[in-house]
DNA sequence: AATGTGACTGAACCGCGGGTCAGAAATCCA
DNA sequence: TGGATTTCTGACCCGCGGTTCAGTCACATT
């Protein structure tokens, strides 16, 4: 076998292409500037990945799998904290008893884990959230997004049932703001050029989720006008969706009259 | 001056280019078929706009102004409140009193606000967030994204001296989140057949806001170990950004030995 | 009707970038 | 040293889609 392949090509693609495709998005990267950055020639991509949604593909299906594994993870640790402590009550909530710290402690610690992840993957991130529309990876960015939506969704109503949290918080709504967090701060984390520190994140994160979601007891008057008429909704807007396309394609169109 | 325009033309054209560019991306979109949606040809689409970047950037510059607008509005609203009222402190906060009840009703009704200019351009939004990166347009989603977390840290950062929410939270990272839930929210509204409840969304997320952020005053004891070691916080992954890219270009490339 | 004018068409043009492949280069083996 | 073999190069091809423009059409005016 003579001539050996360069063992860190395949690497090096990778990392440019990463590099690329985070600055340009996915359509915008093109193969000749990532093997560039390799000091390679365009030929030589094709010597390792079809195309270069193949290999975005690849590095995605790696994110994934990891999310995937730990989000099993994190379901069956809750599962077992579940199991041995009970689902905690308004009580404990509002008393900030021992077994309720130790759940907060619990999420908090696999809430730092997956920010180390999207952290580890934050370029891939940026590029699956900013710039796969129109792909085939499109779709898969909501498919994670609507996995991470339900789990956090189911678990917040499970504490609903028990009624440690606010019956009148709408579960996926909650959801989507702590996941639309997650994906506000990787695009960030994408243009850091060092780490932040993740722990306080973690922690800031879940105290808000806790505290946000306090059940209504000792509350002195039960805010009776929350919903505020909004003064003005203001009009519809200027232009809503395709009002008033005209027709399909050019055959129907009307003559402005006949002669 | 024969041969009047047809009037409908050119909104025609931007409502079949934005329903393009939020299936496509603005990259993916093709003029061919956003004139054949209007039943036009794609020499028309000339007639109205010099490019498809210039309809978006058109479209995308009321969104702003508009946006701009409803800032302005909000920080002089609430201007006039803290003038009026003076900032809540801690005790109007864990009291809910009257005059914190009225600054969160305010609150909300600007949410609410924004939350229905979001919806009227929610396809609009998609764009921005999720197809313009490596475009022109990139950097002005930075910029409003950028704005509103600055809004909402700095009046976070006056809550927090008055020593009316958690001191330790960092206000930025607390903007973060609240654009963060705005962002996904705002995709969610795009694969939407019709306008969902926005008044509670804009409630859920005060709500929120507001007990997230609670100050610490009569917790019975003072949370000690929140930090959480978290366990195992993962090996730095498995690909960082661009570990060993050889060279810029193929000129100075090591020959494997010499002969 | 004839004519002038501006809206609109669509074939043609062209550059960009993905993908190919004949050949050069590098390495091993005899 | 001279094949044998595999890696890698880069010129080339080609389709896609943005852009142009000569020609056509619809309408108003005369």
Known sequence: MPRPADPHARDAL??????EFARRGLRGAR???????CGLSKGAFYLHFPSKEALFGEVVGAFQSEMDALNARRL?????FVEAHGIPGPRDRVERSERYQRLVDLETAYDLEALELVWAYRDVSRVLVGGSQGTEFESLLWQVT?????RVAQSFRRLQEAGAVDREMDP???????VGAY???SNQMAGMEQKPDLSAWARTLQKLCQEGTMPRLEVPRSVPGLAAPARAPRPPAPSTRRPQARAKTRSTRTPRNRP
């Open 146 to 150: 609507n996995t991470q939506v339900s």
């Open 183 to 185: 994906l506000l701060l």
């Open 14 to 19: 990778v990392s440019a292409a990463r590099a």
């Open 76 to 80: 069956e640790a809750v599962e077992r």
């Open 172 to 178: 996926e709504l909650f959801g989507s703001v702590i």
């Open 31 to 37: 193969i000749e500037d990532i093997t560039a950055a």
